[in-house]
């Protein structure tokens, strides 16, 4: 199990400009629907966007503190 602020802190650690909005999808601490906008994601496909994503959560996801997450991801408006 993973806190919000915690899984958060996982994201803007490494996009920096992120905004991220997190909602626990069962109530259980390790399933989650992430939203991340970020400037970062301009002229970046979806996949790619998912991937800079998962690749912040990696380690949470190695050790069990994260089990599932859907992604969305926007560029500021």
Do not use: W, Y
């Not at 993973?2 to 259980?28: F, R």
């Not at 970046?44 to 991801?73: F, N, P, Q, W, Y």
Request: hydrophobic share 45%.
């Amino acid at each position: 199990m993973i806190s919000i602020p915690d899984l958060i802190q996982l994201i803007t650690d490494k996009i920096s400009d992120a905004e991220v909005n997190v909602m626990d999808k069962t109530g259980m601490s390790d399933h989650f629907i992430i939203h991340v906008t970020s400037k970062a994601f301009a002229e970046v496909g979806i996949m790619d966007r998912h991937r800079m994503v998962m690749d912040c959560l990696s380690g949470a996801m190695s050790d069990g503190r994260v089990h599932a997450a859907e992604i969305k991801t926007d560029v500021p408006g």
